[in-house]
């Protein structure tokens, strides 16, 4: 079996998963590639499986990284599948999650050129955070204080050909940070405490934490919806999430795309990983 394990062809910062996960292969005398994704010499036919990882430039080349997409699901099987992956490109997906019935931080998704009523969002919110609805590593992300809404237009208007979503900015992110479960196969391998990361900053991670029974439920509720709406059971998947005004955790990602798995902070989980890819169990 030949795995490809896709990347970028310059990373914005080292992905430490690729390392780890080519091991894990190995000892399962699996050839795993690191394949940069718009590499016009790469025969994806070649490889039984292409496992999407840390394409991260995909944001500035959308329309080559969607093209791409449907390139190679026509010749082999994609992991996460071509159906997840056009699904998770953009963030109007917390919105049919919400629809599901799993809690969601709220959010107002707000069309490129489209109006918008700042006095009415601070109003409702305090406080917002703004960010692209197709974005990676905290792309012009920002927070925005109570009141300012020229601040708000004008970042928004430095970035006018994308969506945005409008959210609150919640006060546990800032004071405590959010938690980071990583899934194989639809289940729980470890989380992550990290951060609060704003456009520009880098990486918050702070190591390994235990989910609470909340926070897991959530991820498990969050796992079922993605299987409801027919998209299957992701081979990986990242769920990132805080807790709201009342301490319930509320979603605020669901990455099924390229998400970091930190493997380095918990190395045997990516046993799980390459066993869930090798099984076959990502949606196809």
Not at 102 to 121: E, H, K, Q, S, Y
Not at 248 to 275: K, Q
Request: net charge neutral.
């Amino acid at each position: 079996m030949r795995i490809a394990l896709v990347t970028c062809i310059e990373l914005p910062r080292p992905d430490p998963d690729l390392p780890i996960l080519r091991e894990s292969f190995a000892r399962r005398g699996i050839s795993a590639e690191v394949v940069v994704w718009n590499d016009p010499t790469v025969d994806w036919s070649r490889f039984e499986a292409v496992v999407v990882r840390s394409t991260w430039d995909y944001v500035a080349n959308l329309g080559a990284f969607a093209r791409w997409i449907d390139e190679v699901d026509r010749v082999t099987r994609l992991v996460n599948s071509a159906s997840i992956l056009r699904w998770n490109l953009h963030k109007r997906y917390l919105l049919d999650l919400s629809s599901s019935g799993v809690d969601i931080i709220p959010t107002t998704m707000v069309p490129a050129g489209g109006r918008v009523d700042w006095p009415a969002l601070f109003a409702r919110h305090g406080d917002l955070v703004l960010k692209p609805a197709i974005s990676a590593g905290s792309f012009a992300t920002v927070r925005v204080d109570r009141g300012a809404s020229e601040v708000a237009e004008a970042h928004r208007r430095a970035h006018s050909d994308r969506d945005f979503l409008v959210q609150p900015l919640l006060r546990s992110v800032v004071e405590h940070g959010e938690t980071n479960m990583v899934c194989f196969g639809g289940r729980l391998a470890h989380a992550i405490h990290k951060g609060a990361r704003w456009s520009g900053q880098p990486e918050q991670s702070r190591g390994l934490v235990a989910p609470t029974a909340a926070e897991r439920d959530l991820a498990a509720r969050a796992l079922a919806a993605v299987g409801a709406l027919g998209l299957g059971v992701p081979a990986y998947a990242r769920v990132d999430c805080a807790a709201g005004p009342d301490g319930r955790p509320l979603l605020m990602e669901r990455e099924l795309r390229e998400p970091a798995l930190c493997l380095d902070r918990n190395p045997t989980a990516a046993d799980a990983l390459a066993g869930a890819i090798v099984a076959g169990r990502a949606s196809e």
